[in-house]
């Protein structure tokens, strides 16, 4: 067993651009979930939206990256809108259902044959970073970069890390602002019962599909990073699982806390990497023997923590890391 | 607390203003805020509100009674928007309010209350409070994220948010999540809340359940008070001593129509009323509710908790 | 509850861990596309015959077995050219059309992608497009009454208790996967292993509600909340699938590449129509417990008002559990009927999960009469859609009727609207 190897691989991908990512579409299933209270499982899907906007724009169009960017971002509107339009005046559970199906739905075009041409098939889309990382970035572009017990690859990686970071931060201070303002309010009143809320003479609807969108795009700036962190996008990257992941990191975290996200994803990814780099060196040195787990069965075991965490989580600690028992308390109520 | 002459002298010019009106049905209100026509609803095969004609007088607090089930709250629903009616029109201050959506319904001065409350649980009382402001800048998204634009203005609703619990006898609740006061408590904030939206009309879905005898007399006492203010009040409630208490006209509901109006001494002695109240109160128990559910269709929920939160 | 829980995932470990040690078997290729086919000259089978697929930087040869089926598993999704060998066809056995030799097709994850050859003098009619049609209608009612199964149940439960079940394409799976262990690695009789497999499925909906969702009940946990638990624990089985049962779609070893029987112009398997009767029994048998017996018009009456329901003497939470034994049952034979013109896979309840939401929010969720009629609708448009759009987006356009019928009629066909205040 290399402990070693195993604590420097936890560390370095609790921050790494797969966390940021993470975090990311968890700071918008926040606004979405913890803050407004909509059920949203599609997150996947806005992740797409940014991911494929720039990679197509780039690759298929010639586009320069920055505006592939926005390309990205105005297919995030959209996709926000076509799926409030119908589902925003139902009942919750209904977002759940068309949100889970429309980011399959995204996936399976995505990989579909009839489209390859313009969205790469299975195979996915690669070399539209390069415009981005040559104008762009200071660092050394092959050498790798080594802190302590933190390692990356290549300059790009770490050039991607602290834009992340920088993006997580801006994320995080635009969530603050506008959920301690007179419209956070609104929203939090949404979720804590709709009908009240309308009575008092808002606009229901409208703030939800504002939250929507806000969440969405959030997402959509987890797709930039992860498209351009794998200097790739493939379809298989945006399925139900990302989503699954965000929410047991929101949960995980604390939702409707701003730091839940944060603190949620390096928890999460720092625990995860801890298990399955634990299992894969106890399988490849054969501590583990093949009978039981082999190693590629590893990522099936990961998964399972997932779900198992996330039942687990929601049974007994729904209000995760930085929730208040005292919130918590009166949900028991209802 | 305005001063006990004016308190007399309003219910004195309510009740002058409505002394010459019809003991019918329908009746013609000299200074009508609201008019409603031909408003029905049904679900599946029971029309629960069907109500042909009425108005509701300006100024004056109009209790709305009738027997459970009659279609008291389907009706507060549909006037508000909650609901939509299969037929129907009516007029909230000459304004064709059919097909308005609920939230537009309040902006316009008519603000309703729930009959199972509605608390804000996870905000606290002062936020509940200072939700009901209409026209706030910080309410849209790009103003919301730069706090100089609407910190003023909060700092107003803030103020006029803590006269209104000070009134109502929750200040020193300004804090605590809603969710942790007491049932009579809720009914308080959600009353005072309809008030921050500044309306002219308030609709009040049995605002006296649950709240104990002794705040019952200060709740009252804020209807009362809102007449002062010169508010249209129209308020369901099942205890007869509180609407002969306050209301200055009295409108009875049975099985969805309107079966009579009149001063609240008046309405109690009409037979159709005794009819329909000991009518239901006859055949309704709830082992007879049982055995027909069993063996044919479930009977419509009539009870206040009959429905899933 | 925290023993509880644990005991539910010993339980379910416990159940299909019974599976490990016969059914471990390699990972197989991973992409799940696959290409297939049947040879059959005027009724027989044709052995022994290379069929060679391939594409750029792929090529593959198999022989066509002594039931005339051949099947090559593809690396990935894409189009690939299928080829067959005319020296080693039998004596006597001609291509009908020799020009229709290299055929080409698109192959993706699910469903193995079909090539059929055509042999004889004889010259082949083109398909009309009505006896397509036709065709597609009957696959979809096949299709529907699949999705029907697992709607009724999932309704049922919505109604009875508010649960919006996202577990419940596990349920499917298993069903399958049971089937599967009795049937091919058991190697018992197919018949016993369905009725063995609907009793497994059957005992975990009864545990599924006793030591889960009965007491996360009990302690008053919220809707959503209980939807969220429901998304971790379908995450969780299907992995638990994925780790025994290998990433490959497997067929039962019984009834395997049946031939089909000409009905007009509509061609069916006979193990697809016993199954779609056996569908339709069972769909009955449901509506005349629903209809007729004390306990399914306590059920009814629980949807309808659990608060009533149970100050009028039903025991609400015994009629749930009922309901859960139901659903599971039922979700358990829409896996098995789905597998046996599909085959099993760890992930195919998840896959048509959708889709059954889409039926029973077609019906108006909570009622299993609309769940029925929404999910025939949704099996007959998803296949009638292959006619206009490629099959491998054929799930779009149920969702997007999905869409349109909840902008439409959001209560459903038969649902009702909620009641506000
Ligand atoms: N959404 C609904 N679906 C079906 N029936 C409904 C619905 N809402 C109300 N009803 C029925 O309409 C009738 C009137 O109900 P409503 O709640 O308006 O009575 P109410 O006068 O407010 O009674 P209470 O005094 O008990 O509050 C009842 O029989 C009720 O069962
Ligand atoms: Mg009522």
Redesign the interface.
Known sequence: MDWGFILSQTLTQAIAPIAIVYCLAAIGLNVHFGYTGLLNFGQAAFLAMGAYGLAVSVTRFNLPWWLGIIVGLVLTVILALLLGIPTLRLRADYLAIVTIAAAEIVRLFARSVTFRETLGGSDGINGFSTSFFSSLNPFNRQQPYTFGPIHFANGDVLFMFLIGWALIAIASL?VW??MR??????I??I???E??????????YSYKM?ALV?GGVLGCLGGFVFALANASVQPDNYASDLTYFAWLIMILGGA?RVGGPILGAMIFWGLLTLVVETLKNATASAIIPESILRTDQVGQIQFMLVGLGLMLLMIFRPQGILGDK??LA??A?? | MPDADTAVARRAIATAALASVEQVPGAAKPDPILIADGVRRQ??GLVAVDVAHVEIQRGAITALIGPNGAGK?TF??LL?G??APDDGQWTFNGKELAGV????V??LGM??????T??????TVI?NM???A?G??????W???L?GT?KKQ?AEITARSEVLLARFKLDSKRDD?A??LSGGQRKLL?MA??L??GPEMVML?EPMAGVNPALTQSLLGHIKDLREQGMTVLFVEHDMDMVRDISDWVIVMGQGRIIAEGPPGDVMRNQAVIDAYLGTHHDQS?IE??ES??DGE??A?A?E????? | MRRRVIALLLGVLGLVALTLGAGAAPAQAASGASVAGVLVNDGAPVPNVAITVSATGFTQTVKSGPDGVWKVELPKSGSYKVSLDETTLPPGVVLSDPSKNNLSVLAFGGLPATVQFRFGSGTVATESFLDKFLQLFANGILFGLVIALAGVGLSLIYGTT?LTNFAHGELITLGALTTYFFDVVLEWNFFASVVLSLLCCAVLGYVQDKILWKPLRRRGTGLIAMLVVSIGLGVFLRYVFLFIFGGGTRQFRSFNGQEGIAIGPVDVTAKNLIGAAVAVLLLCITAWWLMKT?LG??S??VS??????S????DVERVINVVWILGATLAAFSGILLAMSQGANWAMGFSILLLVFAGATLGGFGTAFGALVGSLVVGIIIELSTLFIPPELKNVGALVVLIVILLIRPQGILG??E???
């Open positions: 635009v602002l506008a303002s007179p419209w956070g309010r609104v939090k009143g979720r804590e019962d009908d009240a809320v309308r009575s008092l003479g808002k606009n229901v504002q806000f409707a005292k919130e009166l949900d109520r209802r | 679900f599946g709250t507060f629903n508000t909650f609901d959506a609920p939230h537009k309040a902006r603000v309703r209350t729930f009959q199972l509605k608390a804000l649980f996870r905000l936020e200072k939700l009901g209409t706030q800048k910080g309410e849209t998204f103003r919301a994220l706090p609407w909060e999540f969710g942790s959600e809340r309809a921050m939206v879905d709830l509710t049982e559910f069993i479930p009977p929920p009870t908790e009959g429905e899933r939160s | 508010g004390r018009k306590a009814r009456a309808d008002n659990p608060a009533l329901a100050s009028s003497g039903i009702r609207r009641r506000v205040g």
